[in-house]
């Protein structure tokens, strides 16, 4: 957070040796270089040997630019793909890996339980911190502000509020099945990678803000979700120096992609201006944006709450949307590789009313391909940065000092061959009548776990069994012409949530 004001005083610095030199100097440039330069030099000579031979984290392996600079990893991620780089570094250096100054990525199933459990005393790393001065509950740091918050957010998630939720995604759903049965009649194919985020989104903004997008309607994208896209695509190179975003918010505001993410937070305020006013006319629908401002109205805080509330609604749109969606597009490609799957989740569809939320709930496979695509293309799959608490911690069997940012990719969590059999295939059977396929299932944890999990989970697994089902049962779905998702899995770029390649599949209705 001091990245600005530490940039400003050093411009500020340079400039004075400049003018001071030039009353004194005959060559003040050459002057002000000099001193810069040997004063940069000395402070980045002395940090470097500092890292590499006198840090707490020195004895840890890695690669020796990772422990001196987090641009290291910057630059390895510059094509968006953070859980390639952590899959190759495991292969070299083994489990646990320095892959920042103070940075430990640690790959072993007991990880999330150690970092995230009801015994843990970790506390989100400065990775939140990214987004300020935007707050929301995913973002903050501060444990007693967030369990605050969670309080307040688990009213709009309770099983009262759930089933108003539960209606409309049905709805969109629906809406969605249409538009394919239409491209199907057309015989045209159906870019998933469109289609499931137009859903996804449609159902989000309507959450956050009683507005969707109208991208199921329109069958385009909305502006505003392309610049949030186009700004969540900065997590993925930028995420290993969040200081970086600071200073572009601060010193460059004017950049075109500072200018994307703040144009989308405006729009988002706006949006949740207008929800504010519609609120208490009897008029609008009970979305999660209700219980939010409820909360503020009774306690006589709506305009002290005001950030609160824009930072929460963008969080419902990019928790709900880019996460259901990558999964979604994910068990699609999945079950057209494998249509013999496809063919007994029909079977066990046909048996049950896929309206009636419980009974789809017990549909065992159902849930299988759901957890194995979340397994296998997990749709947070790097992040999620912890800090050990100040007398540190025991992790893996290795002691972690206290203050280290310590993550475990779950990507590479999902392809450990010592927790998984046959690691690399996509089994809905393990997690039904094979569980013998899996070995150690600890480390298996796509919603978080402990305070920091995921308060969407019981929605967003509802959302994608009724997708899923519907779309099963009304669809034989196979891929179009000759590309078997070469496309999805080579362009899929991690930026905190997955973002998949484009996939073209071949919907056909069934009679
Ligand atoms: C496939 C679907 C989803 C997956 C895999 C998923 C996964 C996760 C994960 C891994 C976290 C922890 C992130 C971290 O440590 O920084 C998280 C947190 C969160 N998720 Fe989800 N999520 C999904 C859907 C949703 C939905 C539908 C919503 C709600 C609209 C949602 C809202 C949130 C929020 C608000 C948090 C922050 C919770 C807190 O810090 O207390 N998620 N999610």
Known sequence: MQAPTIFRVYSLLTTLIFIISHHYQPNPFQTAFLISTSYSLGLFTSITIYRLYFHRLRAFPGPKLAAITKFWHVWQCRHGKNHLVIEELRQKYGNIIRTGPEELTIIDPSVPLTIDGPKSNCTKAVWYDFLLP???????????????????????FSSQAMVQYEERVRHHAEILAERIEGLAKEGKPVNVSNWFYFFTFDVMGEF?????????????????????????????????VPWLAQMAFYVVPWMWIVRDWLGMMEWCKERMGERIERHGRGTERRDVAHWLIEYS????????????????????????????????????Y???????????????????????????????????VIKETLRLWPAVPTGGYRQTPDGGLEIAGAWVP??????????????????????????????????????????????????????????????????????????????????RGERLVGELRDQF????GRLELKFRVRG
């Open 134 to 156: 935007e707050i929301a509950l995913n973002t903050t740091r501060n444990i007693a502000e967030h369990d605050h918050r969670r309080k307040v957010w688990d009213l709009g």
């Open 402 to 483: 206290g203050g280290v940012t310590v993550v475990s990719p779950r990507w590479s969590l999902g392809r450990l061959e010592e927790a998984y059999e046959r690691a690399d295939e996509w089994i809905p059977e393990r997690w039904t009548t094979r569980p013998e396929m899996v070995r150690d299932g600890r480390g298996f944890a796509p919603f978080s776990q402990g305070r920091f999990n995921c308060v969407g989970k019981a929605l967003a697994m509802s959302e994608m069994r009724f997708v899923i089902a519907l779309l099963v049962k009304r669809f034989e779905v196979g891929f179009w012409g000759h590309e």
């Open 208 to 240: 956050a803000f009683g507005q969707g997008f109208e991208m199921l309607q329109t069958e385009k994208w909305h502006w505003a979700v392309r610049l949030l896209r186009r700004a969540m695509s900065l997590l993925g190179p930028f995420s290993a």
């Open 297 to 332: 109205l009774k306690r006589g805080s709506l305009e002290r709450d005001r950030e609160w509330l824009n930072g929460d609604a963008v969080t419902v749109v990019i928790a709900g949307s880019d996460t259901i969606a990558p999964t979604l597009v994910f068990a699609f």
């Open 334 to 368: 999945e079950l057209a590789r494998d249509r013999g799957l496809q063919d007994r989740l029909r079977e066990e569809l046909e048996k049950v009313d896929i309206y009636d939320k419980g009974k789809l709930a017990k549909v065992g496979l159902l849930t299988g």
């Open 497 to 500: 949530t997955a973002s998949p």
